[in-house]
């Protein structure tokens, strides 16, 4: 009888309300911040009880910044999701997450969010609110989205010192993308970087360099925590545009060489003809003619120099490889 009392008893202290409850009287939260997630994608914004109680039972309560408490992304009260003051934008899109794949959920005190198809609306910070009927704790979670740009273009302008102007141009890019140049793999000094902003909030990024040796010349442009993307263009030597230059300066001579040669004969035959006492009103419209072949030829030169022409140019005398 006296061993059962005793037992009895023991059991009694083991699962008295007076042992258990202070644990779960007082609590606090704990989260990870920043948390950065690429637009469209699923971000998980952690938050837990820092001594991993369960949660089942208490409101969490998780809104954006710190004044939209009425309006919240994700409210959770009475074992169930309460929609009811759910602010729009989030409406469908959040739920509970997992801080990590092994953290036991809500039972284990994990309650972070998920929030999917990130938008860049949905930058700020958030605070995780958690009440019990005697306590509660919060703390917040900020949360960036990026976007990552398309490739960027490169294009080349020959200028008259011999150099090239590279340009490279990216666009679509949050936030602000970072933008390198490097020649023959070494770092160049980034300048002339210019950046725009368009409706939709997103990033273009401008810049150019110019080059003179032959090099393997590269732009890239990134966030600081991913792979950037990469435009590469071989230039085999900047230098022999002088003698493209002098090679169209050749065809120039050659045609006014012509032009003479031409005329040379057109004089011939107009006197020959003026000598058989033949009509001459023919022979000046071949005169006229011959005299427009150094004009046609002109604009041959300078096409060359501007940007349109460039490819043209570069498929010619192979001085550019798009790599
Ligand atoms: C190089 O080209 C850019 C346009 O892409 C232009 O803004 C810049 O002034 C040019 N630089 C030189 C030195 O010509
Ligand atoms: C880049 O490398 C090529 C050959 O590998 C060399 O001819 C050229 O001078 C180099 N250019 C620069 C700017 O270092």
Redesign the pocket.
């Known amino acids: 009888m006296d061993n059962r009392m005793i037992h009895f008893y023991f059991l009694a202290l083991l699962f008295s309300p007076c042992c258990v409850a202070p644990v779960s009287e007082t609590f606090t939260v704990s989260v990870k911040s920043p948390v950065s997630v690429q637009r469209g994608h699923t971000a998980i914004l952690p938050c837990w009880l820092t001594s991993s109680q369960n949660a089942e039972d208490m409101e969490v309560r998780w809104y954006q910044g710190s004044d939209e408490y009425d309006t919240p992304a994700l409210l959770y009260k009475e074992k169930a999701f309460d929609y009811s003051s759910q602010k729009a934008s989030f409406a469908g899109r959040v739920s509970f997450g997992l801080k990590e794949e092994t953290s036991g959920g809500l039972q284990a005190g994990d309650v972070s969010l998920k929030l999917e198809k990130a938008t860049i609306e949905d930058i700020g910070t958030y605070t995780c609110y958690v009440s019990s009927s005697v306590a509660y704790s919060s703390a917040s979670v900020s949360l960036t989205v990026t976007e990552t740009g398309r490739s960027p273009l490169l294009?080349a302008?020959m200028?008259d010192d011999n150099k090239v102007?590279l340009?490279c141009q990216s666009d679509g890019w949050y936030p602000k993308p970072e933008l390198s140049w490097s020649d023959n793999k070494t770092a160049l000094t980034p300048a002339?970087v210019m950046f725009s902003r368009i409706s939709a909030g997103f990033y273009s990024v401008?810049s150019?360099v110019?080059v003179s040796s032959p090099s393997e010349v590269s732009c890239s442009v990134g966030l600081s925590n991913e792979e950037p993307k990469e435009a590469r263009m071989r230039l085999e030597n900047p230098s022999s545009l002088q003698e493209e230059s002098g090679s169209s300066a050749g065809w120039v001579a050659f045609g006014t060489l012509l032009v003479f040669m031409l005329a040379a004969f057109g004089a011939l035959y107009f006197l020959y003809y003026r000598k058989k006492g033949n009509k001459s009103g023919n022979d000046t419209t071949d005169g006229a003619n011959l005299t427009n072949i150094p004009e046609e030829n002109e604009p041959l030169l300078s096409k060359a120099r501007q940007p349109a022409a460039l490819l043209e140019a570069s498929n010619h005398y192979g001085n550019f490889t798009f790599i």
Do not use: A, F, G
């Open positions: 294009s302008v200028k102007n340009s002339n401008h150019w110019l």
